[in-house]
């Protein structure tokens, strides 16, 4: 099965519009965390937001917020009052942390355009 | 440096050829990691370096596939006798094993074109 889903390939939103990308996990570890990265054209991955799976509160980064639903395994990045520079690929990415391993497992990532 | 780097930015190279990428990771961090990135595809994992040591080397495809970080700093990833099946963007990533959220910085990356 697959360790992380991202299911849109693509997204579009209108400038200052929000948005939310789809991201689900499977896992059995009780200790995991939740990553976001942004990957521009250039091709650079960009850390943008981090969720531990025990952390009480969503995380939150500027613009940027995790909608984190435990019981559901969902972790969705929503962008708020996109702008035409958050065009890129986005994806979501775990480490399990009882697993021994502190590699990343990402997901296929998801295009988003913002048009003016 | 600031960040993560990795040279070349780009690499061609002819099947059968042997070829090095390198990566200098942020000062001071001691994990290292390195992840090859197929076109349309998220990063998948290669190799995972705690200080001068593999501490895990499961996602090496294949024994062409070889890593080394001598002095707990700058990695080489070398691969032999290439194939054009290695054509990909190789990422090296380094974290900070202090953090909490031990997370993981990347470098630009190198695209290999094996011809």
């Known amino acids: 099965a697959q360790k992380i889903t991202q299911t849109q390939p693509g997204m579009f939103v209108q400038e200052k519009e929000a948005v939310t990308l789809d991201c689900t996990y499977d896992?059995?570890?009780?200790?995991?965390?939740l990553f976001w990265y942004k990957q521009p054209s250039s091709g650079e991955m960009i850390f943008l937001i981090y969720?531990?799976?025990?952390?009480?509160q969503n995380a939150t980064e500027g613009r940027y917020s995790l909608n984190f639903q435990k019981a559901r395994k969902s972790a969705n990045l929503v962008i708020s009052a996109s702008q035409l520079g958050d065009s890129a690929m986005y994806f979501c990415?775990?480490?399990?942390?009882?697993?021994?391993?502190?590699?990343?497992?990402f997901g296929k990532g998801t295009m988003l355009l913002v048009s003016p | 440096g600031a960040g993560v780097s990795q040279t070349p930015s780009n690499k061609v190279t002819e099947k059968g050829k042997y070829v090095e990428l390198r990566c200098d990771p942020i000062?001071?961090?001691?994990?290292l990691y390195w992840y090859r990135q197929s076109l349309g595809q998220g990063p998948e994992f290669l190799i995972y370096?705690?200080?001068?040591?593999?501490?895990?080397d499961s996602g090496l495809p294949n024994d062409r596939f070889f890593a080394v970080r001598p002095e707990g700093s700058v990695s080489t990833l070398k691969i032999q006798r290439t194939e054009r099946g290695d054509s990909a963007v190789y990422l090296c990533?380094?974290?900070?094993?202090?953090?909490?959220?031990?997370?993981?910085?990347f470098g630009p990356g190198t695209r290999l074109t094996v011809l």
């Open positions: 990415a775990m480490r399990e942390m009882n697993s021994g391993y502190s590699t990343l497992t």
């Open positions: 000062s001071g961090h001691t994990a």
């Open positions: 370096f705690q200080g001068t040591g593999a501490a895990d």
């Open positions: 896992t059995s570890d009780p200790s995991y965390g």
């Open positions: 990533a380094s974290s900070s094993e202090g953090e909490s959220t031990d997370t993981q910085y």
């Open positions: 969720q531990g799976s025990y952390d009480q």
